[in-house]
T-cell receptor, first 111, second 110 residues
Framework: SQTIHQWPATLVQPVGSPLSLECTVE??????LYWYRQAAGRGLQLLFY??????ISSEVPQNLSASRPQDRQFILSSKKLLLSDSGFYLC??????????FGPGTRLTVT | AQRVTQPEKLLSVFKGAPVELKCNYS??????LFWYVQYSRQRLQLLLR??SRESIKGFTADLNKGETSFHLKKPFAQEEDSAMYYC????????????FGTGTLLAVQP
């Protein structure tokens, strides 16, 4: 069966520090992958999506970037974190159809 | 512009009362709509989709194109229904992007 992992589960980072969040999917091949941010009062915002290795589309201009070095690995990064980057980050995958399967999320607090 | 609106941040009802979580959308094409749910300490997961016309855990949702709505309903709320509910619109195409609303927290009181 398919599973999706995210780590770390929680992270506290100072302003200006770099960021790397990782998402991996098991049990499937060539999934679509997505990064969302869940901020209080703002719902789920799609940040990036990828339809294949090295193919990244950005949905909103921001301080973050994404990469897909392997078929089932999706990384969210930043060179210098801002306070406004705090939030709950969710990774999701889908295959063919319309249901997306979400990971457990990473709680990021920028201090 | 494509948009999903959930006007209520919080909906509090008593056990056994009817529930209606509102969702309105803006989309130029033929919409595909979903309800996702996140129970406490669990992952966000699909609850139901409009094309299936199914009832999941007693919940139903009917797509009303005239009113551009996809409200989620349940005739008798249970305490275990307490969760965060998100309405989502599929943006079509191979990318399968979803546009989410801001969510409604349903609190069912005993």
């Amino acid at each position: 069966s398919q599973t999706i992992h995210q780590w770390p589960a929680t992270l506290v980072q100072p302003v200006g520090s770099p960021l790397s969040l990782e998402c991996t999917v098991e049990g499937t091949s060539n999934p679509n992958l997505y990064w969302y941010r869940q901020a209080a009062g703002r719902g789920l915002q799609l940040l990036f999506y990828s339809v294949g290795i090295g193919q990244i589309s950005s949905e909103v201009p921001q301080n973050l970037s994404a990469s897909r070095p392997q078929d089932r690995q999706f990384i969210l990064s930043s060179k210098k974190l801002l306070l406004s980057d705090s939030g709950f980050y969710l990774c999701a995958w889908s295959i063919g159809g319309y249901e997306q399967y979400f990971g457990p999320g990473t709680r990021l607090t920028v201090t | 512009a494509q948009r999903v609106t959930q006007p209520e941040k919080l909906l509090s009802v008593f056990k056994g009362a009817p529930v209606e979580l509102k969702c309105n959308y803006s989309y130029s094409g033929s919409p595909e709509l979903f309800w996702y749910v996140q129970y406490s300490r669990q992952r966000l997961q699909l609850l139901l989709r409009h094309i299936s016309r199914e009832s999941i855990k007693g919940f139903t949702a009917d797509l009303n194109k005239g009113e551009t709505s996809f409200h989620l309903k349940k005739p008798f709320a249970q305490e275990e229904d307490s969760a965060m509910y998100y309405c989502a619109l599929r943006n079509g195409g191979a990318t399968n992007k979803l546009i989410f609303g801001t969510g409604t927290l349903l609190a069912v009181q005993p």
